[in-house]
């Protein structure tokens, strides 16, 4: 470099402001935020010019090759320790959804069975909505629908049940010596459609006894699948005389179940076996669509699974979560679940909805049946099978206009033809 240049260029250097150096601390951190990757700073907006087109194009064009990002600051890197898609599967508690939980204890001559149900009390003269839950599940999974209802009907309560197998429902059988091991665990299987409907009416009065109901309020029984069966079994008896309202089916139909039933061991067999966690159990069901419902799903699928050993003390390992009710151990039990529904739903006595996936699973029987206006028709063309998880809101809607249709509080009849002639009299003298 000649003299000339090197005096130009200390010329140009004095004019420029003067940086110091940055102290060796400050010089650290910026180090250690470029290997974190975390200093995902917004990249400056290129200059707009809406004058014109080609002013535009070139200022846009002149901005991009200005940025340069620099390799070591990870500009798409995800942030390193991020926890949001594991807390989004997190277990919420049932005490979001119900007002409190209970325990009632029941014995028969070979059982000891105690029930476990959640319930929110009526306020006043409120309906009580009770429902039952399908095979495989438990009563969290109307959580969500219930907290909607009460939305609804602020009045209303919800009472919903773990049928015996499932959910924290236990069932101890009774010793007897002469009887064999293979009996005596037929007797604790049973799951006969007129056992569930037994332990139906008596959690019903079980919880009329522990609230010190006088007389029971109004009853809409809901059932889905095999709750279905079992609420529209109790409805058919009349053992809970006037005080049911009416009853609602949840996407079950008797001749589509019974074809169903055919391909249910191929399906169990597709399921996984254990999940390393509940939040896993909760990914399954959410991305295999068998509940579209994350917040339903979060709540409702922990009840369904157990530990697959009981935790060691002497060990950090968490032991595999499994299912808690074996499905294909209640084959013996399915077709008598769903032999007769539809023409038990058109006979018994009381409102009548029926809540569907789709009209395709309508039989001929429930066809002519709403052709004949017998009972309501609602379908969710969205929804999969658990269709009060997957469209909660939607399902009490129609449970509370279900309700508002066939209050019989709201009636208000005319008066009786005597006792206005009555009346005619006393006024004529």
């Not at 029930?115 to 009580?128: A, R």
């Not at 109901?213 to 109004?218: D, Q, R, S, T, V």
């Not at 399906?267 to 399954?284: A, D, H, I, N």
Request: glycine residues 6%; contains cysteine; proline residues 7%.
């Amino acid at each position: 470099m000649s003299d000339l240049q090197r005096a130009f260029a200390k010329s140009k250097l004095a004019g420029l402001p003067f940086d110091p150096p940055m102290p060796p601390d400050a010089l650290a951190e910026e180090e250690e935020e470029d290997e974190s990757g975390n200093d995902l700073r917004p990249l400056p907006e290129a200059s707009r010019d809406d004058d014109s087109s080609s002013a535009s194009s070139a200022s846009s064009a002149s901005s991009a090759g200005t940025i340069r990002p620099s390799p070591s600051k990870h500009l798409f890197a995800r942030p390193k320790g991020s926890t949001n898609s594991r807390r989004a599967l997190d277990q919420l508690p049932w005490s979001d959804f119900f007002s409190q939980e209970l325990y009632l204890e029941s014995n028969t001559p070979t059982n000891k069975i105690v029930h476990h149900v959640y319930l929110t009390p009526p306020i006043g003269k409120g309906p009580l909505f009770i429902t039952h839950h399908g095979a495989g599940s438990s009563g969290l999974s109307f959580s969500v629908v219930a907290s909607e209802i009460r939305k609804a009907l602020p009045d209303a309560g919800i009472l919903s049940l773990d049928a015996r197998g499932h959910g924290e429902t236990t069932v101890d059988v009774l010793p007897n010596q002469v009887e064999h091991a293979s009996a005596k665990e037929n007797r604790a299987l049973d799951l006969s459609l007129e056992t569930l409907s037994n332990d139906l009416l008596s959690v019903t009065r079980s919880v009329q006894e522990k609230m010190a109901w006088p007389e029971l309020p109004g009853l809409i029984l809901v059932g889905h699948s095999l709750g279905g069966a079992v609420v529209t079994e109790v409805a058919k008896s009349g053992k809970l005389g006037n005080a049911v309202l009416g009853y609602a089916v949840l996407d079950v139909v008797e001749g589509s179940a019974i074809d169903a039933l055919q391909s249910m061991q191929s399906y169990l067999s597709t399921r996984p076996k254990t999940f390393p966690s509940l939040s896993s159990g909760v990914e399954w069901h959410t991305r295999t669509r068998t509940i579209r419902n994350t917040i339903s799903a979060r709540v409702s699928v922990p009840s369904l699974l157990c530990p697959s050993t009981p935790p060691s003390s002497s060990s950090d390992e968490t032991p595999p979560w499994t299912w808690r009710t074996d499905l294909a151990a209640t084959q013996p039990f399915w077709e008598g679940w769903f032999v007769g529904l539809s023409k038990k739903f058109l006979e018994a006595k009381g409102g009548k909805l029926l809540l569907l996936a789709g009209t395709d699973r309508l039989d001929k029987e429930l066809m002519i049946g709403q052709m004949q206006g017998k009972y309501q028709l609602q379908v969710f063309p969205d929804a999969g099978h658990f269709v009060h998880e997957d469209q909660p809101e939607k399902t009490a809607m129609v449970l509370a206009d279900f309700y508002r249709r066939n209050d019989r509080s709201a009636l208000v009849l005319p008066p009786k033809v005597g006792d206005l002639l009555k009346n005619r009299q006393s006024i004529s003298s």
